[in-house]
């Protein structure tokens, strides 16, 4: 692809949800889509029936313009997928875009693969995640059910079926081959941050810590979604054992999801009230105030299917501001860390092993500086989004000389 048709390049994107609902999901797409839109390419934006009943049909979020599908009650799978395909097709034919880019899940690949077998556009498929394996572990099905199943099935249809196929990371790259997808059609494209939001070591917000009672305290924090697959109980189990030894320890989570009623019931269960700070989903523009003040990111994942295959984000943005962080030993923190970051990690699922980590970490602290600044320049040569999304350009490329698939397919 020339630079000059690059510049022209124009790029229809369809996703499961964006802001201003909160995730890592939504996140990292008004990161692409930004730093596409650097690149000089022309992006349009359509999200799914899952951003939720909305009587709009057009919004624009955080400098963004996205097209809504709408939503209606009840409506289940086949024709949720019917309704993003129509209004896949409207725009399509009215963009006329060179492409279209699924990203996950796979409920968004087969609509857009049935309007690009009709209109003649290639379909990238950007596969965050495996359908089947983020229903078991967010706990709508079972691992081997008729429905994981069905699901595996229908993802394996669609990865057979994209032009191109883009992931995260590499554990999913693998097991994509395993499924039979030939490893040259797939290109890995990995989370990043953009180191530029992100201030290195900045000093506490000091505001913020009074509102919060911080003042002196040891802070261990995490960000994020209250997921099972977390592993947050961990950190409220290590409160309960250090609590004697460091009487100034707080845990500070940021954030909210399925598992937050669970917590606080845990944390009356422990007597940790006065220990355990909620404070609930913040914007993305605030959260670095959060990150200033703590001492050290907790990331306590627990070993399952997808954790150990998928790579988070948030741990990135904590090593731009210069954090101190440790990560379970899963698969995915394992790849996202990389060797140089070993010493980071601790046996997942072990209170007693995160116990000896952050004691430590805390009895190292004449190494603190040096840590600080391998993080950052870590996330400043390897894991800026600048690099990430020019990966695409080879993406798009080869997306657009290959030949349409002519196998069936129906919606």
Known sequence: MSAQAAARLRILHVLDHSAPLHSGYSFRTLAILREQQRLGWQTWHLTSPKQGHSALVEELVDGMHFYRTPSRAGTGLMAQMRLTAKRLAELARSMRPHLIHAHSPVLNALPSLWVGRRLGLPVVYEMRASWEDAAVDHGSTTE????????????????????????????????????????????????????????????????????????????????????????????????????????RLRILLVGGGPQEAVLKQRVAELSLQHVVLFVGRVAQADVARYYSLMDVLVYPRLPMRLTELVTPLKPLEAMAQGLLLLASDVGGHRELLGARFASNLFAAGDVGALEQAVEALLASRQHWPAMRQQARQYVESERSWSMSVARYRAVYQTALVKPADTGPLTI
């Open 144 to 247: 081997g059910s008729l429905r994981y199943r069905a699901s595996r099935a229908l993802e394996g249809f669609a990865l057979q079926r994209a032009s191109h196929i883009t992931t995260i990371c590499e554990g999913l790259r693998a097991d994509m081959v395993a499924r039979g997808v030939a490893a040259e059609r797939i290109t890995v494209i990995p989370n990043a941050v953009d180191p530029e939001a992100f201030a290195y070591c900045p000093p506490p917000d000091l505001a913020l810590r009074r509102a919060l009672g911080l003042e002196g305290a040891l802070v261990l924090g995490f960000v994020g979604s209250f997921y099972a697959y977390e592993g947050l109980h961990l950190l409220l189990e290590l409160a309960a054992r250090m609590r004697w030894r460091h009487p």
